[in-house]
Structures are given as structure tokens and as C-alpha cells.
């Protein structure tokens, strides 16, 4: 006999995975997968990579508009101020385990920048503004340090001089490196900054919407962010070249995983069907990486399972599956990679964070009950 609900007490529509659901509005960013286009605050994000620096792209997702010179100078001028980690933070940093994985740091030290923040549940629009870019402009001191002392290597301070993605790169290696580097790392800062709602800025917007303080709400979208099926795929990426070597290995080994009915990481999307629009421009980034370092190994990788892949179920690549190897290509060790999405997402959280603030309804959707019926306690 069966002891579960019957189907015809509750008939309601399921939306699994809240797939197709609208759940509010955000002018933050506009995602149309028909015109494979996506725009940050209605500008169109291949123009921003082209042309813009995070920086400007930064303000722009938190002011609305791209800023002027005296306006980004300003800004800059207080990213650059807010860069250093305080000695309780970097001991904090220094107890984690550097055999966890480096997102539990990152989420651990976002956590903690929490605790040290005498105002840490004001929400007014300037308290927010302050919090995102406090926490925008340490990320990558965190990031950088977490990624040395891996390799046992002391922290690199950060450069004043520099900008935020010369200087990043420079705490993580100990120089800058060549400017077809800097810009495609820049590049890929940009294009991974703002994605609507995505499950981790979801998660974010979750956590505001109870009324609790930005750090928690942050918190969550690093928890979220830092899954396979999300953010975490573009380190899975890379493992997989890795076990794949060979381009010449890659169709046997792509085809082993489609029989085996398993997920190929860096491919597919919620939204996009027929690819994602950002892919080209990173892809090109990537070109641009393997070309000035002469080395092509990953990028035919890359081409087979691409090209295996969408021959055989018509799906596309995502941004994780060209930011994977030029990331690597770039010397970051894999586990900074989801990190580094991090580092940029950031921008885009803390974005509709205030947006979900200043325009609250508690986020809380009704379920389906699907358990035993109602019945007596055991004598
Ligand atoms: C920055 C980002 O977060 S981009 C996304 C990064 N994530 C990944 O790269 C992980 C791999 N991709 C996936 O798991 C999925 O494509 C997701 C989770 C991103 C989106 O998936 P959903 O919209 O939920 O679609 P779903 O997973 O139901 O897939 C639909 C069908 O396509 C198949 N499919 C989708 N993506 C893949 C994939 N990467 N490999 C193999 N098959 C896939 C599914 O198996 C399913 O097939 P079925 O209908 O025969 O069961
Ligand atoms: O939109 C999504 O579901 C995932 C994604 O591409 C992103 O967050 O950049």
C-alpha cells in the first residue's frame, strides 16, 4: 500500500530546477539566447572586452554608467588603497589548510572580512557600494597569496603603482607578464563578471532577501559558485585535458564519455542553446595566449572535443571550456581558476545584491509534498 501524497492532492506545475521561471527584473544585465547576445547595463560584452578594463567595467556594472576620467580615477585610486590584507586577516589566511580546496579559502576569508566590519549589516546604498568594492579589491591579494604559499612561496605585497590586473598578476608570479597576457586575462575578467541570474548569483540574492548583510549573501554565491555543473567547471576543464594529452586522444576520449551518459565539462548552458556569447571572445583570447607562448598543445585539445562534441549532441562549448586551458596556459595552478571567476564575479554579485536590497520581497517558492501521508506516531 502506498504511503506517500496522491498525485491528485497536488497537481501543481512542476519547474524543476526553476528552469524557464522568471523570477523578478534586474537592470544589471540582459541575457538573449536567440540573438546569442549578452550586454552589462546595455552595452554589448564583446565591446567591453575589447575595449574597456575591469575597472571601468566594475563601475559600470555597480554605477550604471561607464565612468569619466576624474570618476575612474577616483575609483581606482580607492581599489588601489583597499588592496592589503590586515594581519589578523593574513593569519586567518594562514590557518586554513593548504590542502583544502581554494574556494573553501576564498569563502572562508570573505566570511571573515564579514566579522571585521564594524557596519557589517547597514544597507544603504553607499554602506553596499563600500562593502563590494572592499571586498573587490582584497579578492585578489587573497586569491594571489592562497595560490603562493601552495607553491611555498611567500606573499608578494600588492604594487600600487599597477593596475588591478598587472597587479594581480604580479602577486601571483613575481613580475608582469607580457601585455598579450595582461589583456587576456583582463579579457576574461570582463566577460566573467555579470551573467543575470545564474545559480550562484541566485544564491546571493537569496540570502539578501531575508535581510541579511552582503558578506553572508557573498558567502553563498562562492558555496554556489564553487560546484562542477557552475563555476568549478572551468578547473574540471582542465583536468580533462590534462587526462586527455594528446589531441589525437580526445574523440576516443570524448566518446567513451558520452557512452558512459557522462557529463563533458565546459559544454552546455542553461539558457544558451546554440552556444554561449562570450566563447568567441575568449576563444580568441585564447589563440592569442597559446600563439605568444608557441604552444598549441591545449588549443588542438580544445578543437577536437569541440568539434566531436557538437557533431555528435549539437552542444556548444560555455565560457569555462576556453578560460580552462588559457588560464593554465597563463601559469595559474587549476585550483585558482574558480577563484579567479571570483575575482570578477564579484562585480556582478554585489551588483544585484544592492539591486535586490533597495527592491526587496522575501525569495522563499512553495514545494510539492511528495512524503508519507499524515499517520499516527508508533504506540
Ligand atoms: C559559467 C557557467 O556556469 S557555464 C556552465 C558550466 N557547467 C558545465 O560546463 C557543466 C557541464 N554542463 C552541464 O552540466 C549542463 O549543460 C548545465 C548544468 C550547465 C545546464 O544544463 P541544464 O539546462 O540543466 O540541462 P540538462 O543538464 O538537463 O541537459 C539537457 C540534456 O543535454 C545533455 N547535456 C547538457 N550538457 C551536457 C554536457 N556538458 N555533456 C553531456 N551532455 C550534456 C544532458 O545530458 C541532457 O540530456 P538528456 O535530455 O538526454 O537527459
Ligand atoms: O548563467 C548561468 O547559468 C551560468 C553562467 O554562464 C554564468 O554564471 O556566467
Redesign the pocket.
Known sequence: MSTTSSAAESTPTIYK?L?GVVVDTTAVSKVVPETNSLTYRGYAVQDLAANCSFEQVAYLLWYGELPTDPQLAQFVQRERAARRLDRSAQAVLARTPDTCHPMDVVRTMISYLGTEDPDEDATGADALMEKAQRMYAILPTIVAADMRRRRGLDPIAPHHGLGYAENFLTMCFGEVPDPVIVRAFEKSMVLYAE?SF??STFAARVVTSTGSDMYSAVTAAIGALKG????G?NE??MYDMIDIDRPERAADWLNAK?DA??????????VYKNG?SRVPTMYDALVEVADHLDDHKWLGIYRELEQVMVGR?G?RP????PTGPAYHLMGFDIGAFTPIFVMSRITGWTAHITEQAASNALIRPLSAYSGPQQRPLPA
Open positions: 530546477g528552469a551573467h545564474n545559480a562542477s555543473l557552475h563555476g567547471a574540471a576543464v558520452l551518459k557522462e557529463k563533458v565539462m565546459g559544454f552546455g548552458h542553461r554561449d549532441t552542444i560555455n565560457l569555462d571550456f
